[in-house]
């Protein structure tokens, strides 16, 4: 049970691992990109190209049909990463060995939907994976491994992702094969990661620069981090702490060196609307961003 590419490595890995694959449950098809064609998530396309039987209920909590449907596949275990669909008690309880979460953190620290990024943007120097048996509450439930990897002043969100992905897809294949004792999450050290909007990309210039290249690697590559160059959005996709002051948004050279709260922030990598990603060296030719100016 998942959607994103989050969840392919594992869907793969059970299948490679030659565990029976009674189904695999993902989000419907939904308008995606400029076009809004319809789109099947990453899951559905990888179990369709494995030639697996895949489901995708719009609902279950309100669809007593597909919870029976379920019900009656008689499973061992339900293995869910990044699904996006609450289960409702009657499915969490159905399988033998329960419903087993890949949840990439290291809980009970970022429980909730963007662990990922939470992890960087707080400045964690550790993050990992957690395989854990799914109750009713948020991420609450006993743990059955973890796994931990070191966070970077280069880790971004998306190596991350990839990191946290592989690694998860490893450790529910151990979780099924020792059948480890469950171990309750500490009470203590409980933190939450709400969801992401594209506001949250926002740079805040009042913030102090490590802050700000934090949030700048945390969001890559969605949603972006942003600022306004005069009427004009400027994506940042890359960006470094450096030595300066001055007024918070104040570009201090003549190469994006941008003043913050506290030090500066180095503009690396960034983007215009009709435009490809650049280097600041090549954007700056092309579009010179003087001292003085003000990012917004």
């Given at each position: 049970?998942g959607?994103?590419?989050f969840?392919v ?19 419907p098809p939904?308008p995606a990109g ?10 559905q396309?990888?179990a369709e ?5 895949v ?7 309100r669809?007593p049909a597909?919870?029976a449907?379920f019900?009656?596949l ?9 699904y ?18 890949i949840?990439?953190?290291l ?9 990922i ?9 550790e993050t990992?994976v957690?395989?854990m ?7 609450t439930g ?14 971004t ?16 294949l151990?979780a099924?094969?020792?059948d480890?004792?469950?171990t309750a999450?500490?009470a203590?050290?409980v933190?939450?990661?709400?969801k992401?909007?594209?506001?949250d990309?926002r ?14 690697r945390a ?6 981090t ?8 400027l ?12 007024e918070?948004?104040?570009?201090l ?21 009709g435009?490809?990603?650049m280097?600041?060296?090549?954007f700056?030719r092309g ?10």
């Open positions: 049970m959607s994103p590419a969840a490595p594992a869907l793969r890995a059970l299948h490679g691992a030659g565990h029976d694959i009674a189904a695999v449950y993902c989000q939904r400029r076009g809004q064609a319809v789109r099947r998530s990453a899951v396309e990888a190209a494995l030639g697996l039987d489901r995708t209920p719009a609902t279950l909590k669809d597909a919870q449907a019900t009656s008689t499973l061992d275990a339900a293995i869910v990463a990044a996006g669909l609450i289960l409702p008690e009657a499915m969490l309880s159905a399988p033998r060995l329960g419903c087993l979460n949840h990439a953190s809980l009970p620290r970022w429980r909730g939907a963007a662990p990024q939470a992890a960087i943007l707080a400045g964690d120097a990992g957690t395989i048996r799914m109750e009713a509450g948020l991420d006993p743990m059955l491994l973890r796994a931990t990897v070191p966070i970077t002043d280069a880790t969100a998306a190596t991350l992702h990839d990191e946290l992905a592989s690694l998860g897809a490893a450790l529910v151990r099924l094969e020792d480890p004792p469950p999450q500490p203590d050290g933190t939450y990661a709400a992401l909007t594209r506001a990309g740079l805040d210039w009042t913030k102090p620069a490590a802050m700000l290249a934090r949030q700048v969001l890559n590559p969605w949603p972006g942003f600022a306004m160059l005069g009427s004009e959005t994506k940042v996709l890359g960006a470094r702490v450096e030595a300066g002051t001055g918070p948004g104040t570009v050279d003549d190469a994006l060196l941008v003043a913050t709260g506290a030090g500066a922030l180095r503009l690396t990598q960034v983007q215009v609307p435009r490809a990603p280097a600041a060296s090549p700056l579009r010179p961003v003087p001292p003085g100016t003000r990012l917004h």
